[in-house]
């Protein structure tokens, strides 16, 4: 028995160093995984290239082609148009090169070919009246359009301008009716609900979020509190100077994001002049 201790007591010692071993085995492979990664690393560096998803301090490749500065003249046919913000923004194919162009708002038509001389580039460009953020868009002068009995193209029809003075318009007739006033101080209670109200139509942003964006005063409320102006999204047409009277849902604290929030707002409005 004595013995048989003795011989244990030898294996446990000669298997310390062992067992000490194993315990720090991993560091090794793990070092020299790290360093096979980093050799991979400045390989592909100093080759040139970038590696997928981009390398960390990676250098541009010697001899990479720079993107070609956008075409001050473009001449396109139009794909897309919309206006906002006294501009009208096309989306033209330019011998198969596809851009956006914006310009002083004019009558233009899907199909039209516009010819443009002198255009200034911009990048990340965000419409606030569009709502919309533009990666590359060209500034550009009125453009010309082939087959035009003009040379420029005709200018969109003016609009109505309201008369000078203070607003003043009477109170919509009904149980629903309200003033642009009692809607912001009342929203709480009217969230959710239809209303009507009467006003004189002092801004319109159209084709936004394929909606028209209608801006109401009727005298009152307080333009320092921002209770004097009812926004109204619809489908249908107002004109600036027009007195309409609009009813919607009412909806408070309305967040369309991109900087678009409202107190008050009426949705889904339908407009009678």
């Given amino acids: ?110 199909g039209d070919t516009l010819s443009f001389k002198g255009c200034l580039p911009m990048g990340g460009f965000q419409s606030k009246a569009l709502n919309r953020k533009f990666d590359n868009i060209l500034f550009c002068n009125a453009p010309e359009i082939a087959g035009a009995k003009s040379a420029s193209a005709k200018p969109a029809p003016a609009k109505k301008k309201a008369a000078a003075g203070p607003i003043k318009v009477e109170k919509a007739a009904g149980a629903n009716a309200y003033t642009v006033e009692e809607i912001f101080s009342k929203r709480g209670s009217l969230n959710g609900k239809q209303v009507v109200v009467k006003g004189q139509v002092v801004k319109v942003a159209s084709g936004i979020m394929n909606k028209n964006w209608i801006h109401l005063q009727d005298g009152t409320g307080n333009a320092g509190k921002k209770t004097n102006d009812l926004v109204v999204t619809t489908t249908e047409q107002a004109e600036e100077g027009d007195i309409i009277t609009v009813c919607g849902t009412l ?23």
């Fill in 251 to 273: 909806a408070k604290d309305k967040d369309f994001g991109g900087g678009y929030k409202y107190t008050a707002i009426i949705e889904k409005g339908s407009v009678k002049k």
């Fill in 1 to 110: 028995m004595k013995r048989y201790s003795t011989i244990m007591s030898v294996l446990l010692t000669l298997a310390l160093p062992v067992a000490g071993t194993c315990a720090d085995a991993p560091q090794a492979p793990e070092k020299a995984e790290k360093s096979k990664v980093e050799a991979i690393k400045e390989s592909v560096v100093k080759s040139g290239h970038m590696m997928m998803g981009g390398a960390a301090g990676a250098p541009a490749a010697e001899g990479a082609a720079a993107a070609p500065a956008p075409n001050p003249d473009p001449v396109g046919k139009v794909l897309e148009t919309m206006d906002g913000g006294g501009y009208t923004y096309a989306f033209i194919d330019s011998a198969g090169t596809k851009t956006w162009v914006a310009y002083p708002t004019l009558e233009t038509k899907v």
